[in-house]
């Protein structure tokens, strides 16, 4: 089973930046599909980035394309959300999301992922 914790979350003023770190044991990044999805107070958990590590492959919702920038190190087993251009719309629970395994390149739904962490808070103030 894979464990995913993510860190990096806090508060920001509008147009700032913030870094999601989503850390992976059990396997390892090479190996999964992984994605970053949110929850906004009252609405349904959305897809935000994806990456598939072993073949260079990234994607993101149309929200966020050009501001976020999703990146995976595997040295450090750990998937980055770099979040630039931040907007009070971005507030959300962020979390991160891993597939064992894959035949396709995109993933966009949360029930196409198996495991995921525990959440983190990212508040963007107007």
């Known amino acids: 089973q894979v464990q995913l914790v993510e860190s990096g979350g806090g508060l920001v003023q509008a147009g700032g930046s913030l870094r999601l770190s989503c850390a992976v044991s059990g396997r390892t990044l090479s190996s999964v599909a992984m994605g970053w999805f949110r929850q906004a107070p009252r609405k349904e958990r959305e897809f935000v980035a994806g990456i598939i590590a072993s073949v260079g492959i990234t994607y993101y919702a149309r929200s966020v394309r050009g501001r976020f920038t999703i990146s995976g190190d595997n040295a450090k087993n750990t998937v980055f959300l770099e979040m630039n251009s931040l907007n009070p719309e971005d507030t959300a629970v962020y979390y991160c999301?891993?597939?064992?395994?894959?035949?396709?390149?995109?993933?966009?739904?949360?029930?196409?992922?198996?495991?995921w962490g525990q959440g983190t808070q990212v508040t963007v103030s107007s």
């Open positions: 999301a891993a597939r064992g395994g894959w035949s396709s390149i995109y993933y966009y739904n949360d029930y196409e992922y198996n495991d």
